[in-house]
């Protein structure tokens, strides 16, 4: 039975028991849509040092969580075709105007944002990516316009990923 939110706020297709619980399963969701797709969040908790006026890659050397292990060497290979948003954040130890990109399969997918010169000046930027779910990788790179270590820590140095909707 499918449920409809009409115009005017109500909703109708529901009936009496209609969810004995608060479970969804995957079997229960619509075509393309995730139930649990693989999801990523890795910071840096060493500084890095990135040399000023070139774009570096980031190193990523702890998970709070990879639920499906397709986070590796500061990379994410997702093993399920789909839909992803990626977000990544990065912030100098010192004063510099910083810019983050994301890279699918070594190539840029998108440039974020460059800040102005700040004092511990922190960018970050998000991007829908498509991924086949066998050879795509996702990798972040941060340029600072100064060389400086970048300021590590789960809230200044991240990389984040979730599948939004399946192939």
């Given at each position: 039975m499918a449920l409809v939110l009409n115009g005017d706020g109500n909703l109708t297709g529901l009936t009496a028991g209609g969810l004995p619980d608060a479970t969804i399963t995957q079997a229960e969701l619509a075509t393309n849509v995730v139930g649990n797709g693989p999801s990523v969040f890795a910071y840096s908790a060493a500084a890095q040092a990135l040399t000023g006026g070139v774009y570096t890659k980031i190193t990523f050397d702890t998970e709070l969580w990879?639920?499906?292990?397709n986070f590796s060497s500061s990379r994410f290979t997702p093993t399920v075709a789909g839909y992803y948003q990626i977000t990544t954040t990065c912030q100098p130890a010192g004063t510099a105007s910083v810019g983050p990109y994301i890279a699918k399969n070594g190539s840029v997918v998108v440039y974020g944002t460059t800040t102005a010169v700040l004092s511990y000046g922190i960018a970050n930027m998000s991007a829908l990516v498509y991924c086949n779910g066998s050879t795509d990788y996702i990798e972040s790179f941060c340029?600072?316009?100064?060389t400086l270590n970048t300021s590590p820590g789960a809230g200044t140095v991240n990389f984040q990923a979730a599948m939004v909707r399946s192939a």
């Open positions: 990879d639920t499906n292990n340029y600072f316009s100064a």
